[in-house]
């Protein structure tokens, strides 16, 4: 499945930072996931959980964080928001892979450009303390 | 606290697995970058390789033109990632199967963005080789690819029109500059050999002269067909030299 694609891509990025940074363990890594991507926080937790522990770095605590898709116009500067707008279930699934391809669905609701720049809640990020 | 993307680590780790990695390029468009690509990668997998071949022309892709491939979501299989799609025996990605075909405006920081999402979650199970159809120039797209991976070659192609070499030679002193092996330099759409000796020039294997194929168009979208032209027949001859390349 795609969420574990990202939960190894998660993992990964923690042992090469901890690797960088000579660190036998991390306390936390907090993982945005963006509303736009729409990814199934509990496939992605477990498969956290799994890769998790045959990680070549200790990982305290791992939390899962939301964050809100807004969309701001390059054209005309109106901001909005994913749950504004009406997207069908196939568009909703290409997003879902790429979140870039949003731009071949979603138009600026004011404007109807396809120029603009996702605001916040793209897709996944990761802080590690 | 340190911000990461995780998902150019998990990109590297991909195409480090690969042993072979080959960008089809040139700063202009038009000269046949995507025919080649795929017939090539055809071609070596004729030849007995495992290939995949990536279409990495994230706003104009065309490779699914060529193998008659109708882009959408119907062909992706997920298996802890996503699988390329078996085309004619390559294995084969592009953004088309997730726009529909449809058309996809992005600026330079969305098509790495695009390029580096797709590359984290696609595996390429046990290929020996991976063809990467670029778009035309030097953008974001080229410069992220190519540091993405250790085994990167370059196959230049031009086609023998003046405005098409100085813009060849532009591309390879750049490229050189950066440290990037030019592996081969491929003239397409010529009845002589007129850059043969730019390629001994730059240490580039010479593939061509590759003719003006007047029964390739017939045959696009059909990889049955595209094997049984002369383009085809004209290609397949330089597959060997991927041997030579790394």
């Known amino acids: ?129 | 606290m340190v911000a990461i993307d995780p998902r150019w680590v998990m990109a590297r780790r991909r195409l480090e697995g690969v042993p072979r990695v080959l960008f089809v390029e040139s700063s202009k468009g038009g000269v046949g970058k995507t025919v080649f690509s795929t017939l090539y990668a055809l071609a070596l997998r004729d030849t007995g390789y495992t290939v995949g071949l990536f279409d990495a022309d994230f706003t104009n892709p065309g490779v699914h033109t060529v193998l008659g491939v109708e882009p959408g979501l119907g062909l992706i299989r997920e298996e802890k990632g996503v699988l390329p799609v078996d085309v004619g025996g390559v294995l084969f990605m592009s953004i088309a199967f997730y726009t529909g075909g449809g058309p996809l405006g992005l600026r330079g920081y969305e098509a790495s963005s695009a390029l580096v999402e797709l590359l984290a979650v696609t595996r390429w199970p046990g290929i020996d080789i991976l063809v990467v159809d670029t778009p035309p120039g030097i953008s974001d797209e080229h410069m992220d690819l190519h540091s993405l991976s250790p085994h990167t070659r370059v196959a230049a192609v031009s086609t023998p029109s003046r405005l098409s070499v100085e813009s060849l030679r532009r591309h390879v002193s750049l490229l050189r500059s950066e440290g990037i092996r030019v592996a081969g330099l491929v003239e397409n759409m010529s009845s002589e050999p007129r850059l043969r000796g730019y390629a001994e020039e730059i240490g580039a294997d010479y593939i061509g002269p590759l003719p003006h194929d007047p029964g390739l168009e017939e045959a696009i979208g059909d990889p049955g067909r595209l094997r049984e032209t002369r383009l085809y027949r004209e290609i397949a001859r330089f597959t060997g030299l991927v041997e030579r390349w790394w």
């Open chain 1, 1 to 129: 499945m795609h969420e574990w694609a990202l939960a190894e891509s998660i993992i990964r990025a923690v042992e090469a930072y901890a690797a960088e940074n000579k660190l036998s363990k991390v306390r936390l890594v907090k993982v945005y996931l963006g509303e736009l991507q729409a990814i199934d926080a509990e496939v992605l937790g477990f498969a956290l959980q799994q890769l998790r522990g045959e990680a070549a770095v200790e990982i305290e605590e791992i939390k899962l964080l939301s964050e809100e898709a807004v969309f701001r116009c390059n054209r005309c500067g109106h901001e909005w928001r994913l749950s504004d707008i009406e997207l069908d279930e196939a568009a909703r699934e290409a997003i879902h892979f790429v979140p870039e391809v949003m731009h071949t669905y979603i138009k600026c609701p004011r404007c109807g450009s396809t120029d603009y720049t996702v605001v916040s809640g793209r897709g996944i990020r990761i802080e590690i303390e």
